[in-house]
């Protein structure tokens, strides 16, 4: 860009730019460190059964605890991680770690649950991705349909037939694989025709403000019959209200996620979730009321 403007413009000098680059690569610097001093930690988010209220899976969601600068959100570093290929030593970590702790979980004595996890579009150029899923989970003794992997539509950028071939794989492993943010990319109905998946997350754009503007809900309702029509599993995440969650529930959406019922929260916490499950049923008081 710079070089377009004219060797002699000097807004390739201004602080700004400068500043901004600074930034990246003192970030990019800190990820490296990050992952040495392991400063990386999951936070896990339920996902329910809508009409049992269980339990079923919980996704894991990536933090970064700086010493500097606290608690760091994924959207501020997992970007910068992909650009540089450290997402491929996190993601490897993340993959670990939450099979750890789906393991534990079921070692102690819970119900089994799927974790889930988000694998970035980078990671699906990775020649051994498959071997090293197959390695985590050979080595925390998870077994594979105990774990979901959760892709965007963004992996339809790059070399779509390898990447096909690798979801196949995975597939015939047992391993589960959901498409997050449904509907927001540019190829959502293609992306359906190509991949093989198990379901689909209906982004929260759409949960969000369905009853102030009538055409969400119309998409929503669509996008479960869809998905159904293609032997998929619908879930909504985003999801905060009663009101949503009763108008999910009446579209036939299979699951949920979401503030309403909880926010994602650390290892230690989730455990206790799970072994209180009774105590939070309430919030689902339908429940109670009909269909069961
Ligand atoms: P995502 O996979 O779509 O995860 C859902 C995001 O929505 C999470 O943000 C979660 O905290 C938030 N959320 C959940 N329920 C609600 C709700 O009811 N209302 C609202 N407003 N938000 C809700 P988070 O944890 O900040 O993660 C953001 C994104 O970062 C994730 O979006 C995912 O794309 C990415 N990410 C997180 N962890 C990882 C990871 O381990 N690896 C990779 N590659 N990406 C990750
Ligand atoms: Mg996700
Ligand atoms: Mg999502
Ligand atoms: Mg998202």
């Known amino acids: 860009k710079a070089k377009q403007k004219g060797r002699n413009n000097y ?9 901004k680059a600074l930034e990246r690569m003192v970030l990019e610097n800190n990820l490296y460190k990050a992952l040495q001093r392991a400063e990386f930690l999951l936070h896990y988010q ?12 919980m996704e894991a969601l990536i933090r970064w605890q700086s ?41 102690a004595g819970l119900p089994p649950i799927r974790v889930a996890v988000n694998l970035s579009a980078r990671q699906f150029q990775q020649q051994d991705l498959v071997k090293t899923i197959a390695k985590v989970l050979h080595e ?6 105990y774990l979901e992997i959760e ?9 779509v037939d390898f990447t096909i071939a690798v979801l196949h794989t995975l597939r015939s492993m047992g391993i589960h694989i959901s498409m ?9 109905l293609w992306s359906l025709k190509r991949f093989p998946l198990d ?7 759409f949960i969000h403000d369905f009853i102030s503007h009538p055409k ?13 029509a293609l032997n998929l599993k619908l879930i909504a995440e985003g999801v905060e209200t009663a009101e949503q969650l009763k108008f999910l529930r009446s579209i036939n959406c299979d699951g949920i996620q979401g503030y309403f019922f909880s926010p994602p929260v650390t290892a230690q916490a989730a455990t206790e979730i799970l072994n209180n499950q009774t105590k939070t049923l309430p919030k689902l008081d339908y429940l109670k009321t009909d269909r069961l």
Not at 46 to 57: A, E, F, R, S
Not at 151 to 159: F, H, L, N, R, V
Not at 199 to 205: T, Y
Not at 216 to 228: F, Y
């Open 180 to 188: 997050d943010d449904f509907g927001i990319g540019y190829s959502s």
């Open 67 to 107: 010493v500097e600068k606290g608690l760091i959100r994924p959207d501020q570093f997992i970007p910068v991680a992909e650009e540089t290929g450290l997402i491929f030593q996190i993601g490897e970590w993340v993959l670990r770690t939450a099979c750890e702790q789906n393991k534990l979980w079921q070692q």
């Open 46 to 57: 339920p996902q329910l059964d809508i009409n049992t209220g269980k339990i079923v899976g």
């Open 199 to 205: 379901k689909l997350k209906i982004d929260r754009l």
């Open 140 to 145: 925390t003794g998870l077994k594979p349909e």
């Open 216 to 228: 969400d809900a119309a998409i929503i309702t669509a996008i479960v019959d869809l998905g159904h």
């Open 11 to 19: 807004q390739v000098y201004t602080p700004a730019i400068g500043d």
């Open 151 to 159: 892709i965007t539509e963004s992996i339809a950028i790059q070399d």
